[in-house]
């Protein structure tokens, strides 16, 4: 026998929440995070709740070309970016941007021949030790992706690890900000813990994830 468990999502909170996420940061780019099918709620059940943001971030290739052809316009950004040569025709064809988080990425966008340039996020290793550059090769980094044809535009990005913590925000920022000091680039670098506190923050972009399903 199963249990009789029903979960009710309710698009309006959800909107509301995304709403929320605006008024935290006015005037910043909104990626809502839709990755592991929109944290179990149905992408493609939330996106009229998420209408209002200016595109939507996700770890899955195969998710992103699903909304590409069911029509989605927005950007749509890969969070890992691409795992093997052969994806960058898809991402290309899909104009769906990239984030880069390690050298390797950019030797292959440095060799690859693409029908149409992409948007690429430079994420920058900031404590986290999951994905990212290492402060010191930032710069070298940055220069190698501006010279690239593969490329059309260029941001620098980072993830906290602790910024739901008192002491979570100082010391990555400014590793962030020494790695990245001097570079023209548009910057994003809230998650949804960082955009409740997004006046300590700054940036030009935020990616809220949980925070729109009504975690705290």
């Known amino acids: 026998m199963s249990r009789p468990l029903v979960a009710h999502i309710d698009l309006e909170a959800l909107a ?3 709403a929320r996420v605006r ?18 709620h149905g992408v493609t059940r939330v996106l009229p709740a998420l209408a209002t943001a200016d595109g939507l971030a996700l770890i899955e290739l195969d998710v992103a070309l699903h909304l590409r052809e069911h029509g ?21 064809a899909h104009s769906l941007a990239v984030v880069v988080h390690a050298a390797e990425q950019v030797r292959v966008l440095e060799q ?18 999951r994905l990212g550059i290492a402060p010191g090769d930032v710069r070298a980094m ?15 990005m980072m993830h906290f690890a602790r910024s ?10 400014a590793r962030f900000a020494s790695a990245c000091a001097g570079l023209p680039y ?31």
């Open 186 to 216: 548009p910057r994003s670098l809230a998650n949804s813990a960082g955009v409740v506190r997004y006046r300590e923050i700054g940036g030009d972009g935020v990616r809220p994830g949980i925070m729109l399903y009504g975690a705290t």
């Open 16 to 18: 509301a929440n995304l």
């Open 72 to 92: 989605y316009p927005r950007p749509i950004l890969l969070l890992e970016g691409f795992f093997e040569l052969r994806e960058l025709d898809d991402i290309a």
């Open 164 to 173: 739901d913590a008192e002491d979570g925000l100082a010391e990555p920022l």
């Open 23 to 40: 008024a935290l940061a006015p005037g910043a780019e909104v990626l809502a995070v839709v990755k592991a099918n929109a944290y179990g």
């Open 142 to 156: 940055s220069e190698r992706l501006s010279r690239a044809s593969a490329v059309a535009s260029l941001r620098l």
């Open 112 to 129: 690859a021949k693409l029908a149409r340039p992409l948007d690429v996020y430079l994420k920058v290793n900031t404590g986290m030790n």
